[in-house]
């Protein structure tokens, strides 16, 4: 029992200052903040979020529920 229904997802939200790209579980998404709905399988992911030109870089884990938006608002580390 317990089978996951196929295409179990939810979404992410993502918006940070200064803006950055956006890695999901160590893999480059080509993606940019801010995101307001990008599709992502259900429960814990790692997201990395990084600006080169700033030197700014975080990492945060989020658990997504199916049919739910997980919301990441950060203010990033910066060297410069």
Not at 3 to 29: C, M
Request: aromatic share 6%; glycine share 12%.
């Amino acid at each position: 029992g317990g089978e996951k229904e196929q295409g179990e997802y939810g979404w992410l939200r993502v918006n940070s200052s200064p803006f950055s790209a956006i890695s999901i579980d160590g893999h480059d998404t080509s993606l940019t903040t801010p995101v307001m709905k990008h599709r992502i399988s259900t429960g814990k992911h790692t997201i990395t979020l990084r600006n080169h030109r700033y030197g700014c870089e975080g990492t945060y884990d989020i658990t997504v529920s199916a049919g739910q938006t997980a919301v990441l608002v950060k203010r990033l580390e910066c060297d410069k």
